[in-house]
Each structure stands twice: as C-alpha cells, then as structure tokens.
C-alpha cells in the first residue's frame, strides 16, 4: 500500500491526563491501571506496532511530573516528535485541536492513553481511506461494546464493518474531513459533540473486520452530571474560561 504525494503519513495526535478527575479516581472506572501506566501501554503498542508511516504527537494535558519525565525522554529517543505540555488539565478536545494545529501528516489520528493496538493496525485502518477516497468516511480501529449494537450498525463495505459512532476514542480522518467536520469542542462529551456533526454531515465509521486494539478502561474520567470547567491561568494569576456554554 503506497502514495506518491508528499506529507501522505499518519499525524497520531494521543492525548493523556493523569491527575484526579471528576469521579475523584486516577483511572478510568473499570481499569486495571493508573492513567500514567495506561499511558506507556498505549504509547509502547504504538510505536511497537505502527507498520505505515506516522509521526507521534502527544499533548502532556496538565499531566503529573513523572509522567513529563517520562514523555521528555521519549522526546530524546526519538519515538516522540511533537510533545505539548499544558499547565492545566484543558480536555481532550481542546489537547486533540492542539495536535492538529502541529500536525504535519494528510491524515490525523485521535486517541487517548486507553488503548493498545494490535500488530498492523495502523495499515488496516487506513486501508479503506485509500481504497475509497470519495467515500464520505472515518476510520477506527476498534468499536467498543456500548457501540457495538444493532441500532448503531450500517452494514459493510466489502469486509469493512460500518458504524454511526464507533471510535470516539480512536478516529482517523483525513485533513480534509476533520476541516469539514470542524474543531472538537470543550465540552465534556466532546466526542458526541462530533460525532453528530459528522453524521449530520453525512460520514460513516469505517472500521476493520476484527478489532485491531483493546479498550483498557470502560470509562473515562469525566463525570457527564457537571460542568466542566476548561481554564487556562496567565502569569499575572488572571483566569481565561474556554468552557463551553
């Protein structure tokens, strides 16, 4: 599987938090793991498994210390090439518009530190992009089971599985897509957010015949009964709210 143009490689833009979250835990509910051990599994898979070419973007969103540490020194290995640090925790959506203003790839990848992807995943999920370039898609490596239901499927393109709204924590798009579709939201269901506009615009999750990753935790780290509250503190200790309204 090949491209002539230029730039035709993969922007993996991975978002991680380690902090406490709204539920008062420092993991997802239903992980094994801490977010910060999440974070090397999902990091190690990828730069183990990747088999198409991509760059690796993290956005250290108001992460902890050692995990800085951590991500810098992947920095000085190499396996990192862009590496964003936030003082405060501004949400995944915000982190994931962040990767994509830096992102140099045709394609862009969206995902968390809850995932471990399985050898070849990179090429068979982008493998139907390719194949179908006027097809009106994004891909996913995986469906996890709350969206592996009848009400959400649409059928198959060839072997590819089709889905109304798999992969809200692992999306790849093209550039183009994710300009039609517009910037994540600060919201708190973010990705929701999104994902209706990308049906309401008229895109369908393509996704492979079996799942190319594993889901870690069931559940994020944010509580859907609160607001959520995305600041940014300036040096003069003035705060700038970018929460949604």
């Known amino acids: 599987m090949s491209e002539s143009q230029e730039n035709n490689h993969v922007s993996i833009i991975v978002c991680h938090y380690s902090k406490v979250d ?10 094994e793991h801490t977010r910060s051990e999440m974070l090397k599994m999902t990091l190690d ?10 760059e690796l973007i993290v956005v250290d969103n108001g992460g902890g210390d050692d995990d800085t540490d951590y991500l810098v020194d992947m920095v000085r290995e190499g396996k990192i090439n862009t590496l964003i640090r936030n003082k405060e925790n501004m949400n ?3 982190a994931w518009n962040q990767g994509a203003k830096l992102a140099t790839g045709k394609y862009l990848l969206f995902t968390c530190n809850d995932l471990v992807f399985s050898p070849k995943w990179l090429s068979k999920t982008i493998k ?8 009106k898609l994004i891909a996913s490596p995986i469906c996890t089971p709350d969206k592996d239901k009848e009400k959400f499927h649409r059928g198959k393109l060839d072997d ?3 889905n109304a709204l798999a992969g809200s924590n692992c999306m790849l798009m093209t550039r183009q ?3 039609d579709v517009g910037e994540f939201s600060t919201n708190r269901i973010a990705g929701t957010h999104w994902h209706f506009q990308m049906k ?3 895109y369908t999750v393509v996704l492979p015949p079996e799942n190319m ?14 607001d959520l509250k995305v600041q940014k503190t300036l040096l003069d200790n003035s705060v700038v709210d970018f929460s949604c309204k």
């Open 160 to 162: 590819y599985r089709l």
């Open 22 to 31: 709204d539920f008062g835990e420092n993991r997802a509910r239903g992980a």
């Open 200 to 202: 309401k615009l008229g």
């Open 213 to 226: 990753a594993s889901h870690l935790g069931e559940r994020g780290g944010t509580n859907y009964m609160i």
């Open 45 to 54: 898979s990828i730069v183990e498994t990747v088999d198409y070419p991509a």
């Open 128 to 135: 139907p992009l390719i194949e179908y370039p006027d097809r």
């Open 177 to 179: 897509t994710y300009e």
């Open 92 to 94: 995944f959506g915000w």
